[in-house]
C-alpha cells in the first residue's frame, strides 16, 4: 500500500553560482565539505532546475510561488502582499499591499533622507505605528507595521482596489515625494487614497516628540512614508485547497514567511532564526523535526545566508552558509530521515562574481529511501547535469516532492 | 524521399520500478535476462517517460490515452466507456457507459454478495444477457454485455445524458443497493435511468430458473446488478483523423482494448492472448508480424503480465513476464524490424515493494534500422537516464513515432 510521507522542501537562498577563482575554480557548492548532501545525492536524484524557465532570472518572490506549485507568472501578486503576510498584517483576496519607508522631507515635502538616517528604536516603531492606526480613506482601512530599521508594510483592505499604480518613491533626495498614479483606469481610486495616505502621514508624523528627540539626536525626522512594491493579493487556491495537506514555514527572512502564508501555510518561528550567517542551525533542525513528527504533510525550510553572502560577493561565507546546511539536514535526516521525502535546492543563481540574480539553472536533488539512486555523488552545479531528473521546472517540484509523499491523486484508473 | 514505417508501440503494463532486496538491489529489468532489449537500446535511443507529467501517478486508462497522444485530463472519458468498448459494446460520443457486478440481494434489496459468488457458467451469462436485452428507459436505450465472472459493461444509448452520476455500488454487504445521483444539474435525468434500470433489473433476474440452480449448487442468485465507473463517450478525433493512420490493438485486458478503440483503433484478435502470464506469446509476435506486413500503419501491443506481478508482488514472475516479452519482441524483429519504428515502454510504475502505481517515471527505448545510437546498452530504470531522449512526456510518444514512421507532416515549407 502506498504510504504517507512529510514532504520537505530545503531552500538555500540564491544556491547556484558559477566557478570561482578564489575557490580554486569551483563552485561554492563543489568548495563545501558537505558529507550529507553527497549522501543524499548518492542514493537519491539530481538535476538542473530552471525556476520559472530556461533564460528568466527568478526574483525572490516568483521563484518560490514556482517552488510552492504556483504559476508564477499568472500568481505573481507584487512583493507588497508577501511582505506585509510576512511582517505579520492581515491581508486577503482583494486587499492591496505595499513595502513602506519611513523618510524625511522639508515643509515643500522635497526628500532629504530616503530613509529618515536608518537608526530607529523599538519605542519610536510603536509611537510611529500608533501615529498610523485608525486610517480609514474614502472606506478603505489601512493597516500599518514598522519591520526593520526605516521599512515597514502596509496594507490597504476594502472593496474596488487595485495594485496597477505607481510608487511613491522617487529614489533620490532633493525632489519631491512622487504622486501615485493610476496605470489602469480603475486603479483610480486606489491611487487617489495614497495620495491622501501620504498626506495623513505627513500630518500625522512631522510634529511627533519622537522627530524633536531625534534631532536632538542629529537624526532626521521620520515625517513621511514612501510606498512601493504595490501589489494585490489575488484570490489562489491554498496547498490544502489544491492538495488537501497542511503545511509549514520555517523561514527568517519576511518575503519568504509571506510568500508561503500567501499559499496558506502555517508559520512556524525559531528562535535566533535571523536570514543571516549567525542563524541558529540547530534550533532550525530542531523545530523542522518536530514540525515533521507533527501532523504537518510539507514543512518548507528557508536558509537566507547564501544569498547574503552572495550579493556580497563573500565566497568564504557562502561556502560556510552551505557547510552550516549540511550539517543542519544531517541533524535532520537522523532524526526523521524514514518519514520523509526531500527536495534541496535554491530559489535563483546568485554568482559571487556577479552579486545579482543570474538566469543559470540551479542544482537539486530529490531523496526518501525508496527512491531509485542514479549515479551522482555530488551536489553541485557541474554533477547535476548527470543525473536522472535531467532539467525540471520550478512549477514541477511541488507534484514531485507531494506525488512520492502519497500526496496526490492518481489521474484515471 | 521519406520512407514510411509501421509505427509499433509495444506496452509492458506496470513495468516501472524500483531496485528490489530480493532481486540483490536490481530492478526486474535489470535482473531480468533480455539480449533484444539490451540489442535495441544499444542501437536506439533510451530516456524516462513521465507518463502524464512529474509527480503524477497514471491510472492505465489516462497513461494509455496520453501514449496515444491525447491530453490525458480533457480526453479522459471515466472507466466504463472503455471497459464497455473493450468488452465489445457499441459505444459513441453522448453514451454514457459503466462497469457492472451482478450481485445478489435480499426483498428490501440489501447486499448479500458483491458478486453473487463470482461463479458464472457461459449459458449462465447469455441466459443474463437476454434478460436483460431490449431494455429501453425514457427514450434511452440499454445494451448490457457479461464479461468475466460476475462482471460485466453497460451502455446507455441516446441523448441528454451525463456521466457526472453516482455509482450505485456501496463496496460492503448488508446495505442497501445506492441510489443514483446527480453530480451535476443536467445528470438528474441519467441519474433517474440508472435507478429505473436497477429496479428493472431486479424485477427481470429474481426469478429467473437459473437462480433456483445456482440456490441448488450452493451459490447465491445473480439478482441485481451494481453500476461503477460512469463516464460519458466524448467526442474526440480518431488516430485516423489526427494522422491519416490506420492502426490495430493486440491486448488481452479488455480495458485497453477498449482505450485503443475509443481512439479510432481495430481490435485484432489474438487466440490464447489472455492477460496473464500464461498468455500465448508466440500467437502475439505471430499476429503483430501480420499486422505489420499488412496495411496498418500502427500497432499497439499491450503485455498485462507484468502488472499482475507488481500487483501481487512476485519479483520472479515480473522478471519472467519481461523475459517472455522480450523473446516475444525477437521474433517481431528478426521477422519485420527492417519495416518499423518501435517504441517499448511501460504505461505507469508498479513498484514490487508497494504493490500500487506509483509516481516514479518509466524507462522507454525507441528503435529503427535508421535510428541514431546513444551511449545506454541495457534497458532499465537506472540506465535510462543516459539515455538521449532524457525525459518525455507520454504526450509525446505518439509524434515521435509517427514521426520517425513518416506518418506526420512538416510544420512549414
Known amino acids: 500500500m502506498t504510504e504517507k510521507y512529510t514532504a520537505v522542501l530545503l531552500i538555500m537562498d ?11 575554480n569551483k563552485t561554492p557548492l563543489q568548495a563545501a565539505k558537505c558529507p550529507t548532501f553527497d549522501r543524499l545525492t548518492t542514493d537519491g536524484q539530481t538535476g538542473l532546475l530552471n525556476v520559472i524557465g530556461p533564460g528568466i532570472t527568478p526574483g525572490s518572490d516568483a521563484a518560490h510561488l514556482a517552488l510552492f506549485g504556483y504559476d508564477p507568472v499568472a500568481c505573481y501578486a507584487g512583493r507588497g502582499p508577501l511582505e506585509a503576510l510576512g511582517a505579520g498584517l492581515p491581508s486577503k483576496p482583494g486587499d492591496v499591499a ?42 478603505v482601512k489601512v493597516h500599518f507595521v514598522a519591520t526593520v530599521e526605516h521599512r515597514g508594510a502596509i496594507v490597504l483592505e476594502g472593496s474596488g482596489l ?3 499604480i505607481s510608487e511613491t518613491d522617487p529614489h533620490e533626495t532633493g525632489v519631491k515625494v512622487w504622486e501615485s498614479e493610476a496605470l489602469e483606469q480603475r486603479a483610480e481610486k486606489t491611487a487617489k487614497i495614497v495620495n491622501k495616505l501620504t498626506r495623513m502621514a505627513f500630518e500625522r508624523l512631522k510634529d511627533l516628540d519622537i522627530n524633536k528627540a531625534r534631532a536632538d539626536r542629529g537624526l532626521p525626522p521620520a515625517n513621511i512614508l514612501l510606498l512601493r512594491g504595490a501589489g494585490q493579493h489575488k484570490d489562489i487556491p491554498t496547498l490544502q485547497d489544491n492538495y488537501g495537506i497542511k503545511s509549514a514555514v520555517i523561514a527568517g527572512g519576511s518575503l519568504y514567511i509571506g510568500a508561503a502564508k500567501y499559499v496558506g501555510m502555517e508559520h512556524v518561528p ?5 536570514g543571516t550567517i549567525d542563524t541558529n542551525f540547530d534550533n532550525i533542525a530542531a523545530k523542522s523535526i518536530e514540525c515533521i513528527k507533527s501532523n504537518y504533510n510539507y514543512v518548507f525550510i528557508h536558509i537566507k545566508a547564501t544569498d547574503n553572502a ?12 552551505i557547510e552550516r546546511t549540511d550539517g543542519m539536514l544531517s541533524k535532520i535526516i537522523d532524526a526523521v530521515g524514514d518519514s520523509i521525502v526531500i527536495a534541496v535546492t535554491g530559489d535563483h543563481s546568485t554568482p559571487l562574481d556577479v552579486g545579482e540574480h543570474q538566469p543559470d539553472p540551479v542544482p537539486i536533488f530529490f531523496w526518501s529511501k525508496f527512491m531509485r539512486p542514479d549515479k551522482v555523488k555530488a551536489f553541485s552545479e557541474l554533477d547535476a547535469p548527470d543525473g536522472a531528473l535531467h532539467t525540471i521546472r520550478g512549477i514541477d517540484v511541488m507534484p514531485m516532492l507531494l506525488g512520492y509523499a502519497g500526496y496526490i491523486e492518481k489521474i484515471g484508473a
Open 162 to 164: 487595485s495594485g496597477e
Open 14 to 24: 540564491g544556491l547556484g553560482d558559477r566557478v570561482v577563482k578564489e575557490l580554486g
Open 98 to 139: 505595499f513595502r513602506s519607508n519611513f523618510a524625511s522631507v522639508d515643509d515643500e515635502m522635497k526628500i532629504t533622507d530616503r530613509r529618515a538616517g536608518r537608526i530607529f528604536t523599538a519605542e519610536e516603531h510603536r509611537i510611529l505605528e500608533d501615529a498610523l492606526s485608525g486610517i480609514e480613506i474614502d472606506g
Open 270 to 274: 525559531v528562535e535566533g532564526q535571523t
Open 310 to 321: 552572495s550579493h556580497d560577493g563573500n565566497a568564504k561565507e557562502k561556502v560556510l552558509a
